[in-house]
């Protein structure tokens, strides 16, 4: 019991929590269905963990219906001062002894507000901050969500053109993380004849088993 | 003790300056990659660094003193940099995500 103790305060806070939880357990260990319950919480405890959402629950219940990016293009001057969630992928990150300037290739947010594809954009918009946000880290290509006030157009060239970006004053932003880079090692159609288990309906038995 | 990921590296015969994006050290002190950096720093070396081996997004780790600090200009906003004196830099090597080369195989015999 004594090793079960350290090793769980090695393991830290999920340790701990599921020690707790397994003292209580093997207080009346004949209820089979509270191990149930325990691997239940197990399960939900790490899934949990795994998503924290992009905006804080307090920005999101400030947040009026959403807003098409459409009409924010059109009408950002009726928009003004209206909050609301964008997201999309940054296109540069512009530092200023006041702040920094995101500019950002607009795309439709999900269910839990990430951008969706870049090709589904339907135009760019820019988000003004305070903070120093490090050109290196917000860089090209990374999805970013935003939720903050509207706060005017500001025009600017883009190509031959005047581009009318809005201008969002940002109060909360979320960088998602890179996406996984997989490394492909080996092909996978490639069919390894020396491995022992071949796949299930064609070999059931390893060669050595014939 | 400091690690992170390489922004630039400039050589000179004499001394090499490396600016790095600080990044937190994890297992075996290998800076962890992420977005949890908390802003960037010098490392100035007397020794020929490079930059072409020093490349851009390489992780180094780097043991050294503290030497005063340095304001450059990111963009249009002034950015102090501290500035570390190396004693010792670790390169680290670029290919990591290699796939597990341990395969789990389920056999079932009837």
């Known amino acids: ?210 | 003790m400091l690690g992170g990921m390489i922004i630039e590296t400039k050589g000179s015969p004499t001394a090499s300056e490396i600016t790095v994006l600080q990044l937190p050290l994890g297992r075996r002190d290998r800076p962890q990659e992420g977005d949890r950096s908390e802003g960037r720093y010098l490392i100035r070396s007397e020794q020929f660094l490079d930059p072409a081996i020093y490349q851009k997004g390489s992780q180094v780790t780097v043991v050294g003193r503290l030497r005063g600090s340095e304001v450059r200009s990111i963009g249009g906003f002034q950015y102090v940099y501290p500035l570390v004196e190396a004693i010792e830099i670790k390169l680290w090597p670029r290919a990591r995500r290699i796939s597990p080369s341990v395969h789990f195989g389920v056999g079932v015999v009837f």
């Open chain 1, 1 to 210: 019991m004594q090793l079960v103790e350290s090793l769980s305060a090695l393991f830290g806070r999920f340790s701990t929590e599921s020690y707790l939880k397994m003292r209580v357990l093997s207080d009346n260990r004949s209820n089979g269905c509270k191990i149930v319950l325990f691997l239940l919480l197990l399960l939900t405890y790490g899934g949990l963990a795994g998503c924290a959402p992009a905006l804080s629950r307090q920005f999101r219940q400030q947040v009026g219906p959403p807003v098409p990016f459409q009409e924010l293009l059109k009408e950002t001057e009726a928009l003004k001062c209206e909050r609301v969630v964008l997201g999309g992928y940054i296109l540069e990150t512009v530092n200023e002894p006041s702040g920094s300037l995101l500019t950002i290739l607009q795309a439709p947010l999900d269910s839990k507000n990430e951008p969706k594809s870049q090709d589904l954009s339907e135009g760019r918009f820019l988000v003004r901050t305070e903070k120093f946000l490090d050109p290196e880290i917000y860089s090209k290509g990374r999805k970013l969500t935003v939720g903050g006030k509207v706060s005017g157009v500001l025009p600017q060239p883009l190509g031959n053109r005047l581009y009318r970006y809005p201008v969002i004053e940002a109060e909360e932003l979320h960088l998602w993380p890179k996406e996984a880079r997989y490394i492909r090692l080996y092909d996978p159609y490639y069919y390894d004849w020396r491995y022992p288990w071949h796949h299930y309906p064609y070999h059931a038995y390893p060669w050595w088993a014939w």
